[in-house]
């Protein structure tokens, strides 16, 4: 009889320690943050004459290396064997303006302004699954906020004031992913991030002249992130 009640407890046990093991195994669902640094390109920009749109003005901005942060939440998908994740991200990034470049007959002047960006993204990675490190590429899609302090120059003088605009955006990303525990994942990527021209109405000062404008900018970044992930 003794024999027995031990051999049930026995088997009472082991199966209580494989069910709560079982219900400690990451179910795919995860939440984490992102920091990073942003390097772009110069930013392409326009100023239009919104009375006479014959009289316009090109120019470029370069920026300095801006700040990047956000949050994110996703499912790593069980009917892919955890292949395919989906994710949606929010992520900040802001610049600086350093110089203005090619206004008018002049190349180049120093430049004060900033660029900030939001956007929110939804992203379909691809994983590899197994062991502890995962590499991955991925695609986003989504939509960006865009503003633009206002841009001001000493030499030329050249001045125009700050706006926003709302545009869909894409960006491309690779990297990969370590299990450091059970539940917690760092990562080190790569995500190129390009947004549609962004356009708003805005006032232009130049020597001689105050107009009233439309300013497109065109925005696009090498973002290189890391992030840390709690995996649910």
């Known amino acids: 009889m003794k024999k027995t009640v031990l051999m049930a407890v026995f088997a009472a046990v082991i199966l209580g320690v494989s ?9 795919g669902l995860y939440a984490g943050v992102v920091g990073g640094f942003s390097i772009a390109p110069d930013l392409s920009s326009s100023i239009t004459n919104r009375v ?4 316009s003005v090109n120019f470029d901005a370069s920026l300095k290396a801006g700040y990047l942060f956000g949050v994110k939440a996703g499912w790593q998908t069980p009917f892919t064997n955890r292949i395919m994740a989906l994710e ?17 007959t002049y190349p180049e002047s120093d430049a004060d302004g900033r660029i900030y960006i939001s956007s ?29 302090d206002e841009i001001k120059s000493g030499f030329p003088a050249f001045w125009v004031n700050s706006g926003s605009d709302v ?5 491309l990303m690779a990297g ?3 299990d450091i525990k059970k539940n917690f994942v760092i990562g080190i990527g790569y995500k190129y991030f390009d947004a549609m021209k962004a356009t708003y109405e ?15 900018v065109d925005y696009k970044s090498h973002n290189f992130v890391l992030s840390f992930s709690y995996l649910f």
């Open 202 to 216: 805005a006032d232009y000062a130049s020597p001689g002249t105050y107009i009233p404008a439309e300013v497109e």
């Open 88 to 104: 949606l991200e929010l992520l900040n990034m802001g610049h600086e303006m350093d110089t203005l470049k090619n206004v008018a």
């Open 176 to 178: 990969v992913e370590i």
């Open 167 to 171: 545009v869909l955006a894409y960006q």
């Open 19 to 27: 069910g709560l093991s079982y219900a400690q195994v990451p179910k």
């Open 120 to 148: 929110l993204m939804g992203n379909v990675i691809a994983r590899y699954p197994s062991g502890m490190i995962h590499p991955y590429v991925g695609i986003g899609g989504g939509l960006a906020y865009l503003a633009v």
């Open 52 to 55: 006479q749109a014959w009289d």
